[in-house]
């Protein structure tokens, strides 16, 4: 499994308009990645006389994936930050 270890940070604010606090922003950072590996079962492809192996993951849809191409996002810390706009 390939791992990615990510930070949310929420803005919100209130303002004239709709005075309940509301998210204006988002922001994910990727503070580690822990990769899995190479994958353990790629997928042979064929276009006309081509052929070409590649990484399970960029063929198959997530619940047939190998174990090394699967991906996990992990989050870290979640933050929350609001403004009074005026």
């Known amino acids: 499994m390939t791992i990615h270890v990510v930070d949310i ?3 919100t604010h209130t303002c004239p308009a709709f005075a309940e606090p509301h ?6 950072t990727v503070i ?13 492809i064929r276009c006309g006389n081509t052929t070409a192996t590649i990484a399970c993951h960029r063929h198959e849809p997530a619940d047939r994936q190998c174990g090394a191409c699967r991906l996990i996002v992990t989050q870290h810390t979640i933050t929350t ?3 009074v706009a005026g």
């Open 9 to 11: 940070e929420y803005a």
């Open 23 to 28: 998210p204006y922003d988002t922001r994910r």
């Open 32 to 44: 580690d990645v822990i990769p899995g590996g190479p994958c353990r079962t790629p997928v042979t």
């Open 81 to 83: 930050r609001h403004e």
